[in-house]
């Protein structure tokens, strides 16, 4: 049997472990459970991938993101070690195929999503497989005061039923105590090893701006910084409005938001990755599973979402251990923004008994009866008839989902793209051989920038508002331009799916969770609080503010951060006065001195003095003789 040690020199090139990789290794080959508690970058992959190559049998990896997965896979295949993981994208047969070489074929790693565990299909296959390691990966996912919650996770404990005796290895970069409490709590871990990293960053300056003119800013800060540098907004529209003003000042910048067409999103990243196109101005949606270690600078033109979320967004600068700055602007208008909507949208016990009694009215369902069907239902239509705002809707939602009230099934997440395949004038042809088709055509130019670039998402409740016709009657407009290789046109024509799971009792039934609907409702004011408190905090040490969250309470301060570099100019300041005070007086006694003198004299050191002389010499308090000594004027 290899030894840790062997197998890291073998695949990752490394000499030697960096604590606490060592110790977390070494619990899992014991047994233990354990959470493994370490910083973006921090070489997390390896705590469970040494210990399933020393062992005999296959590691299940549980992980939130396809790409995250893909991202492992291929790096484990490029090191000739066997891994695939389950996506959408695999047909029954696939799976079945899959299974088959993770029993025969020698196979290390398996990576899914918390959903696929879910399917029964799946779980039967997993039982016919040697598993010798569980590993979650992003497991403050699985809490409700994490700043990811997922409520797929919550479902993951199932896996433990199948494999009792195998250990789990839980994975985050980002956890209080409350969340990692949920973490031991909801993955039934038996009595969890805990390693801990400090999110201690020496190299990391985190710096925040009181800022009106942002992008006066952004655009100073890009051109002094060199090399790969990230933007984070918080809309994204505003991605692609930040991407289109720099790029028309000769920065080279690109944007990637969620709602992109899959394709655009990887060319974005593999063009940032690369660094064809250094910067890249982004949503939130950019995000887990970024590996690029050089990032010298994070920049948040708009308030990040939690303190949870800073830490992640801003770690990935300087995963190389070079300088790297995590720069975030604010104003007065931001701060008072950032309360005001997280108190607008939440959803109080009264909102979502509102919601919930609506919902039962909408899809007909009698006091005391159970819908055992699957209730296809658009979020937009819904909150039209009832005129209620989405967001708050949506929230309520999500609260049903998450208590069980309901299963909600968001495939409205899954956007319609357009992009037009041919150029211009073929348009123009086309528009004036088909006039009924003049209005849509013209409205998507007019709404949609970069048509004929790239697939761009499309609302067609929005278009058909404008036109005042009906969704379906859009849909078979764009499906004749697509016929007619006008566009391409992708119909995401899925709407969410609702599922009742407890039988009608309107007040009744919410009254059952009223409690822990305000706790979360809370705790949603205390993040944004604790943030606003970090940023609006410029007397104690960024750094230390940070730690302080995470329970890391003896830390140094980082000398590098806006705080520290402000008291050190302070200081400078006091010290410039006081050998100035010095200077004068010294002159008095003894009328003519040269600088190395009063150095002497007075015990200052010697780049103190001079800058001291040259802004009395400036302000014409003292001049020079032509011995070249100091004197008062």
């Known amino acids: ?227 790969s540098k990230m933007i984070y907004t918080n809309t994204r529209s505003k991605t692609i409005e930040v991407s289109q003003q720099l790029n028309s000042l000769g920065i080279k910048i690109n944007f990637y938001h969620g709602g992109m067409h899959h394709d655009d999103k990887i060319k974005a990243y593999e063009g940032w990755l690369s660094e064809k196109v250094p910067i890249i101005v982004a949503t939130n949606a950019f995000g887990m599973g970024i590996d690029k270690s050089n990032v010298r600078a994070v920049i948040h033109l708009n308030l990040p979402q939690s303190i949870e979320n800073y830490m992640q967004e801003a770690g990935r600068g300087g995963r190389d251990d070079k300088k790297a700055f995590s720069v975030v602007f604010k104003n007065k208008s931001d701060i008072y923004t950032a309360k005001t909507t997280v108190e607008k949208n939440l959803a109080s016990v009264e909102i979502v008994k509102k919601i919930y009694f609506k919902l039962n009215q909408f899809f007909q369902i009698s006091y005391g009866e159970l819908s055992l069907k699957k209730h296809e239902f658009n ?43 041919t150029n211009n004038q073929d348009v123009f042809d086309y528009c004036d051989k088909n006039p009924s088709k003049n209005k849509l055509i013209k409205l998507i130019l007019r709404t949609y920038g970069g048509v004929f670039e790239s697939s761009k998402i499309i609302n067609k409740n929005h278009l058909s508002n404008i036109l005042g016709c009906s969704t379906s009657a859009i849909k078979e407009e764009l499906a004749i331009l697509h016929k007619d290789k006008i566009i391409n046109f992708y119909n995401a024509n899925r709407n969410t799916q609702i599922q009742f799971l407890v039988p009608r009792e309107d007040d009744r039934t919410i009254n059952i969770i009223a409690k822990n609907i305000k706790q979360r409702n809370q705790l949603k004011i205390e993040k944004i609080d604790n943030l606003i408190s970090f940023l609006e905090n410029d007397r104690v040490c960024r750094s230390k503010q940070l730690l302080s969250y995470f329970n890391e309470i003896k830390t140094p301060e980082c000398g590098i951060c806006d705080v ?54 400036e302000k014409n308090i003292l001049s020079v003789t032509s011995q070249n000594k100091y004197k008062i004027n």
Not at 15 to 35: C, M, R, W, Y
Not at 106 to 120: A, G, I, T, V
Not at 383 to 389: F, W
Not at 576 to 605: R, Y
């Open 1 to 227: 049997m290899s030894s840790p040690l062997e197998i890291l020199k073998k695949y990752w090139r490394f000499d030697n472990f960096k604590h606490p990789q060592e110790e977390i290794i070494s619990s899992v080959l014991k047994g233990a459970d354990t959470i493994a508690l370490l910083p973006t970058g921090g070489g997390k992959s390896i705590c469970f991938q040494i210990p399933t190559l020393i062992k005999d049998g296959v590691c299940i990896v549980i992980s939130p993101l396809i790409a995250l997965m893909n991202d492992q896979v291929k790096n484990l295949q490029d090191k000739n070690i066997k891994a695939v993981a389950l996506t959408s994208k695999l047909s029954e047969g696939e799976i079945v195929n899959v299974f088959d070489n993770l029993q025969f074929g020698n196979y290390k790693f398996l990576y899914l999503s918390p959903e696929k565990l879910q399917s029964e299909f799946i779980q039967t296959k997993l039982k016919q497989i040697n598993v010798q390691l569980i590993a979650v990966d992003e497991a403050h996912c699985i809490s409700e005061w994490g700043h990811d919650f997922r409520p797929s996770y919550l479902n993951i404990n199932i896996i433990r039923d199948f494999y009792p005796e195998i250990p789990v290895i839980a994975l985050t970069a980002s956890a209080t105590e409350k969340v990692l409490d949920d973490i031991i709590k909801n993955l039934n871990l038996k009595i969890p090893k805990i390693v801990k990293k400090s999110f201690y960053r020496a190299n990391l300056a985190y710096q925040i701006f009181d800022v009106e003119d942002k992008f006066y800013k952004v655009e100073k800060i890009l051109t002094k910084i060199k090399g």
């Open 379 to 421: 979020i937009g239509e819904f909150c039209k008839i009832y005129q209620l705002p989405i967001l708050t809707t949506y929230n309520a939602l999500k609260i049903l989902d998450r208590e069980s009230i309901l299963l909600l099934d968001e495939n409205f997440n899954r956007k319609s793209t357009v992009k037009f395949i």
């Open 564 to 617: 520290c570099i402000s008291k050190k100019n302070d200081n400078i300041k006091i010290d410039i006065k006081e050998a100035s005070t010095k200077i004068i007086n010294l002159l008095k006694e003894h009328k003519e001195l040269s600088s190395k003198e009063i150095v002497s004299k007075l015990k200052i050191p010697e780049a103190s003095v001079l800058f001291s002389l040259q802004i009395l010499l």
